[in-house]
């Protein structure tokens, strides 16, 4: 599926290879269009060759497996992640950069923050298919583990540090408890228009969240005072 985050097109990038990429992307667009239409168990790679108008061994010489076809860009986000967190802004912590690029991904209704129009079926899709669900798992371990390694990295963390990977799991699994929230208010029937204020605002508040830190959230209520002379 696209994104605005995809890596640019090299400016030389010869003609074979510019006709190989519009290929793949052009196979990659029908069979994500095939799959949110009629689920994607029920599609064949058979389907998608003739919907595209090629061979099957065409299809495979550009996916590995049929859930490549469904997750077509995973890798160039998980690239970009790591691209942003290597130009972040002087100064700029991690957390910082991913609620500046959320914030940013809202403002344009980007698909990696699920704000745009037909999440709630992205989402139903790959919630129907165990093999999405598994493969959509793996993708995020692996952003998590490109992450962690960047975190080990910038602040010298030895292998037997678990601060990084704890890092990383807590900033994605903030992120895609934002995006699950905006998929199910869309399958509720809500408008990006009606829930877009709440949306900015639930970010605000997760993003401060783990700038702070837990601390005291969600502390138990003191004990009130005993009566005098008891």
Same mark, same amino acid.
């Given at each position: 599926?696209?994104?605005?985050?995809?890596?640019?097109?090299?400016?030389?990038?010869?003609?074979?290879?510019?006709?190989?990429?519009?290929?793949?992307?052009?196979?990659?667009?029908?069979?994500?269009?095939?799959?949110?239409?009629?689920?994607?168990?029920?599609?064949?790679?058979?389907?998608?060759?003739?919907?595209?108008?090629?061979?099957?061994?065409?299809?495979?010489?550009?996916?590995?497996?049929?859930?490549?076809?469904?997750?077509?860009?995973?890798?160039?986000?998980?690239?970009?992640?790591?691209?942003?967190?290597?130009?972040?802004?002087?100064?700029?912590?991690?957390?910082?950069?991913?609620?500046?690029?959320?914030?940013?991904?809202?403002?344009?209704?980007?698909?990696?923050?699920?704000?745009?129009?037909?999440?709630?079926?992205?989402?139903?899709?790959?919630?129907?298919?165990?093999?999405?669900?598994?493969?959509?798992?793996?993708?995020?371990?692996? /952003? $998590?583990?490109? %992450?962690?390694?960047?975190? &080990? !990295?910038?602040?010298? =963390? @030895?292998?037997?540090?678990?601060?990084?990977? *704890?890092?990383?799991?807590?900033?994605?699994? /903030? $992120?895609?408890? %934002?995006?699950?929230?905006? &998929? !199910?208010?869309?399958? =509720? @029937?809500?408008?990006?228009?009606?829930?877009? *204020?709440?949306?900015?605002?639930?970010?605000?508040?997760?993003?401060? %969240?783990?700038?702070?830190?837990?601390?005291?959230?969600? =502390?138990?209520?003191?004990?009130?005072?005993?009566?005098?002379?008891?």
């Amino acid at each position: 599926m696209g994104d605005e985050g995809g890596r640019p097109e090299p400016a030389a990038l010869g003609l074979r290879e510019r006709k190989k990429r519009e290929t793949r992307r052009r196979i990659a667009d029908i069979a994500t269009g095939l799959f949110l239409m009629r689920g994607f168990d029920n599609v064949t790679v058979a389907d998608v060759a003739r919907a595209a108008d090629v061979s099957v061994n065409t299809v495979f010489n550009y996916f590995r497996t049929k859930e490549d076809l469904f997750f077509d860009r995973q890798g160039e986000h998980i690239e970009q992640a790591a691209r942003d967190f290597r130009d972040r802004l002087p100064g700029e912590g991690v957390v910082a950069l991913f609620r500046r690029r959320f914030l940013e991904g809202l403002d344009a209704r980007a698909y990696r923050t699920g704000f745009h129009e037909g999440v709630e079926q992205w989402v139903r899709t790959v919630h129907d298919s165990p093999a999405l669900t598994a493969r959509q798992r793996e993708i995020g371990r692996q /952003a $998590q583990e490109v %992450l962690a390694g960047l975190l &080990a !990295e910038e602040t010298g =963390a @030895g292998p037997d540090d678990p601060t990084p990977r *704890a890092a990383a799991a807590m900033i994605f699994a /903030a $992120q895609s408890t %934002l995006i699950e929230e905006i &998929a !199910e208010r869309k399958r =509720a @029937g809500e408008t990006l228009q009606e829930m877009s *204020a709440d949306v900015y605002a639930a970010a605000d508040r997760v993003f401060t %969240l783990l700038e702070r830190g837990l601390g005291d959230y969600a =502390a138990a209520p003191a004990r009130p005072a005993p009566p005098d002379g008891k």
